[in-house]
């Protein structure tokens, strides 16, 4: 998101507790609190206009099915149609909009 310089990005993340530490001050002397401290510098210092928020994992499907993908295809590439690993819950989805 950086490199793509994006600032003003609002991460939804499935962790409560990750998003609890994250928006803490509270600095944690562990391996864990060592990469949420990571998390708040990079923060900082890329996204000004960002915050950090909790969402169930059922509320954006999406999200969890291309963060299970992503290991599998790690690449820098911008995807503009959807990836196969969504359609089914976006065609799901899109019919249960329609009046």
Do not use: Y
């Not at 998101?1 to 991460?11: C, I």
């Not at 928020?53 to 999200?63: H, L, S, Y």
């Amino acid at each position: 998101m950086s490199d793509l310089q994006f600032d003003n990005v609002d991460f939804a993340l499935t962790s409560k507790r990750v998003v609890n530490h994250v928006n803490s001050d509270v600095d944690e002397n562990s391996e864990f609190g060592g990469i949420i401290s990571a998390c708040r510098r990079l923060l900082l210092n890329n996204f000004h206009n960002s915050r950090v928020e909790f969402n169930k994992r059922q509320v954006n499907e999406v999200a969890h099915e291309l963060a299970q993908t992503t290991p599998l295809n790690p690449s820098s590439l911008i995807i503009d149609d959807a990836l196969s690993c969504i359609c089914h819950i976006l065609t799901r989805l899109n019919s249960s909009f329609r009046p």
